[in-house]
């Protein structure tokens, strides 16, 4: 919860017109955007840069995001390094079909990622456009967030002194587990959550893609997916029960399950390689709304959390940047705060499409392996209209590229 401003300590209070709580993408991208409108902030960081800079995260970024980011000077090394992906593969019931979205829709997905996108937006936060970004701070707290003057305090890691930024805005970005998702009271928001009852067995191979695109393998024995990750490294995820230990799948374990469930007549073996990561992730969401409280604006999975069934989290994180920064450079500069006032609802019309088709896509690929006979047996059905129908094929498509609602 926001706390009454602390007394200073030995420095007085800096003063900055929004503090940015939290370093990925969301974060970055606000901070670039206020720069380049000559918006002065601060960004603060309880990691160090290496880490942030190194952590593994997702990696599909759809076209949308990536013209966005190109138009506010922020794509240049991603549009020059980033793999364009075009379609993906199902494999199902033995046998295996491609769905070339980038045909139904003309629009294609960029493989990019997190910790390059990061690593390129903190050197031209930091490095190029001289932003204030402060790594490696420790206890965090939110003061004053309702009233007209809040305030962010934090103890400077070198010397364990608490410092305390004033200012206008508070823009939270850090996450799931960070400090500004507490500070909005229960009465004023409403969180609401669905648990999938299932596990990923997230997986990082030191080995070549074993397929020029994405696999997502539907089987009983539950979901597997193969996701190229460069030309040396490959993603692959395995459906394993919710709160699955990853130290039950040995390497062994890990790779005749991944044949398993990703078998099919005429697909390439999977190129198997040093297991580098293994780490079970909870497949639930969760919405917040609003995703403000008096002088504070969530953004990213500090307000709103998507399992990575269909590779949505890093493209709504991106989202709400862009419309925050907007809003905030208007309100900071000309005092037109309509772009703050319409914040929250016009990011949580894209959440909310977004969740919806993440909780039907992992119907349609954890069905089968439920154990229900009717819950089955639709999931392939859905599956296969996916698959034969134009109409149907369209619709998922455009869903999947993040079409079908204003960027």
């Not at 608490?162 to 500004?180: I, M, P, Q, W, Y």
Request: hydrophobic share 40%; with cysteine.
């Amino acid at each position: 919860m926001t706390t009454p401003t602390p007394l200073p300590g030995p420095h007085p209070p800096e003063r900055t017109p929004v503090v940015i709580v939290g370093a990925g993408p969301a974060g970055l991208t606000v901070g670039n955007i206020l720069r380049a409108a000559s918006v002065d902030c601060v960004v603060l960081e309880t990691e160090s840069r290496e880490y942030i800079e190194g952590r593994p995260r997702a990696g599909f970024l759809e076209e949308w995001a990536v013209r966005a980011l190109e138009r506010r000077g922020l794509a240049g090394r991603l549009l020059e390094r980033a793999p364009v992906h075009t379609e993906f593969e199902f494999r199902f019931a033995g046998g295996r079909q491609r769905f070339p979205y980038t045909e139904i829709t003309g629009h294609h997905h960029f493989v990019y990622p997190q910790p390059l996108l990061v690593t390129d937006l903190v050197r031209e936060y930091a490095d190029v456009r001289g932003g204030d970004i402060r790594f490696g701070v420790h206890e965090v707290a939110l003061h004053d967030i309702d009233g007209e003057r809040p305030s962010v305090s934090y103890l400077d890691p070198a010397t364990g002194e608490r410092h305390v930024l004033a200012c206008e805005f508070v823009v939270g970005c850090d996450g799931a587990r960070g400090v500004t998702r507490t500070a909005l009271p229960a009465e004023h928001a409403t969180v609401a959550r669905h648990d999938h009852g299932v596990g990923w067995l997230a997986l990082l191979a030191e080995a070549p893609p074993s397929s020029d695109c994405v696999v997502l393998g539907v089987h009983p024995r539950g979901f597997a997916g193969h996701m190229a990750r460069g030309p040396e490294v490959t993603r692959y995820y395995l459906e394993v029960p919710a709160g699955d230990d990853p130290a039950n799948w040995p390497d062994d374990r890990v790779w005749s399950e991944l044949h398993t469930r990703l078998a099919a007549p005429g697909a390439r073996p999977l190129t198997e390689g040093p297991l580098v990561e293994k780490r079970v992730l909870e497949m639930h969401n969760y919405v917040t709304e609003p995703m403000t409280y008096g002088r504070l604006y969530l953004a990213g999975d500090a307000a709103h959390l998507v399992a990575p069934i269909a590779a949505k989290g890093m493209n709504l994180a991106l989202y709400d940047a862009l419309l925050l920064a907007d809003a905030l450079s208007a309100r900071l500069r000309t005092g037109d705060d309509r772009g703050l006032r319409g914040y929250s609802d016009a990011c949580l019309r894209r959440v909310w499409h977004y969740q919806e088709f993440s909780q039907w896509l992992a119907e349609l690929l954890h069905g089968p392996s439920s154990g229900d006979p009717f819950r089955a047996g639709a999931a392939t059905a859905r599956l296969r209209r996916v698959l034969g129908s134009p109409a149907a094929a369209s619709t998922f498509a455009e869903l999947f590229i993040g079409k079908g609602t204003d960027h």
